[in-house]
């Protein structure tokens, strides 16, 4: 019996400090101040300093393989090499293997949490520049996200 009579208190007061933030927040707007920033994932406070990703040490020097669909509705070869990761800035090469579009492309970016968003340069076989984002998958041993090519189009990768 104390169980319900503690859970009914504890619902009653839960609604009711949902129901006075509700009220507050009309007049703190009107007063000059802000609403709560939820453009922003619910785990990373507005304000908070978020970690340098802790798998940096294991990327570095890793070769990364896989393959993309190209524009010619062949598939792609290419390698990610991370050749300097301080926790934050990222540093390595891509390789394509396209017969139009091939080569070393220089690769700069950053990597926090398990998320390494990345910016692979042309060369002189292929200008533009490739968009790459992606996630960290068990504990490093490989990667999977999204690749946007120097021509526009998006495509799902993974790399082992």
């Not at 990222?90 to 394509?96: A, E, K, P, S, W």
């Not at 492309?105 to 340069?121: E, M, S, Y």
Request: proline share 5%.
């Amino acid at each position: 019996m104390k169980f319900f009579v503690s859970l009914i208190v504890s619902v009653f007061w839960l609604a009711n400090v949902g129901n006075v933030a509700a009220q507050e927040m009309p007049a703190k707007l009107e007063s000059g101040g802000s609403a709560p920033d939820v453009s922003v994932s619910p785990s990373i406070k507005k304000d908070e300093v978020v970690a340098p990703m802790p798998l940096a040490k294991s990327l570095i020097g890793k070769k990364y393989s896989g393959s993309m669909p190209s524009n010619r509705g062949r598939t792609t070869g290419f390698n990610l090499t991370i050749q300097s990761f301080d926790g934050k800035d990222v540093q390595g090469t891509m390789v394509l293997y396209y017969p139009s579009c091939n080569g070393d492309f220089p690769v700069k970016g950053t990597g926090v949490g398990t998320k390494l968003d990345l910016r692979a340069t042309g060369n002189s076989r292929c200008d533009g520049v490739w968009v790459i984002d992606l996630n960290v998958e068990d504990g490093g041993k490989f990667l999977t996200g999204k690749i946007q090519q120097a021509n526009g189009n998006v495509v799902d990768v993974t790399l082992r």
